[in-house]
T-cell receptor, first 111, second 114 residues
């Protein structure tokens, strides 16, 4: 699986959009980009995933660059409950079902 | 909603004890996973199972074993607990195995080995 690089930490004002970047420059054509988040003392929670088109659901939007070497998770109106560690994961179809979690980005939403 | 439950949220054991961590999922998922999470190291895969009685080692299987006798239940066993196994343990389940599947996690068990 391709390695991902994320900033260690970020802050965002409550009510503003939180834009979390992820670099995955070695991604291959059949690998998907997944985002999970982990609120303190809880298990990780799935947010969204995509292959090459931008995706949106009730939680977030995922923007993948045309060359697929990076992506951005967007929380459109961050709330205090969005304070969490966010993990960007790249996973292919033939990788034995493993998700490789790195250390993620610690997002703090500030009142 | 998918539900993954773990037998305990917090557990304290002594060095040398045999420890069982239980995980149950209610969505008929084929795949189940055990991770441990430590500060600065992220989540690391210990073992996973893709079917009843089937198991595969993850990245850090040493000191652990697993059991999957029923599809909904996946147990992690510490044969002789040691202090370096103090950690947060997370169980996850997932259907199928195609590129678009997602993992669903339980709430975690924080194990302290004294």
């Amino acid at each position: 699986d391709a390695k991902t690089t994320q900033p260690t930490s970020m802050d965002c004002a409550e009510g503003r959009a939180a834009n979390l970047p992820c670099n995955h420059s070695t991604i291959s054509g059949n690998e998907y980009v997944y985002w999970y988040r982990q609120i303190h003392s809880q298990g990780p929670q799935y947010i969204i995933h995509g292959l090459k088109n931008n995706e949106t659901n009730e939680m977030a939007s995922l923007i993948i660059t045309e060359d697929r070497k990076s992506s951005t998770l967007i929380l459109p109106h961050a709330t205090l409950r969005d304070t969490a560690v966010y993990y960007c994961i790249v996973r292919g179809k033939n990788t034995g079902n493993q998700f490789y979690f790195g250390t993620g980005t610690s997002l703090t939403v500030i009142p | 909603d998918v539900k993954v439950t773990q037998s305990s949220r917090y557990l304290v054991k002594r060095t040398g004890e045999k420890v069982f961590l239980e995980c149950v999922q209610d969505m008929d998922h084929e795949n189940m996973f055990w991770y441990r999470q430590d500060p600065g190291l992220g989540l690391r895969l210990i073992y996973f199972s893709y079917d009843v009685k089937m198991k595969e080692k993850g990245d850090i299987p040493e000191g652990y074993s697993v059991s999957r006798e029923k599809k909904e239940r996946f147990s992690l066993i510490l044969e002789s607990a040691s202090t370096n196994q103090t950690s947060m343990y997370l169980c996850a389940s997932m259907t199928g195995g195609s590129g678009t599947d997602t993992q669903y996690f339980g709430p975690g068990t924080r194990l302290t080995v004294l």
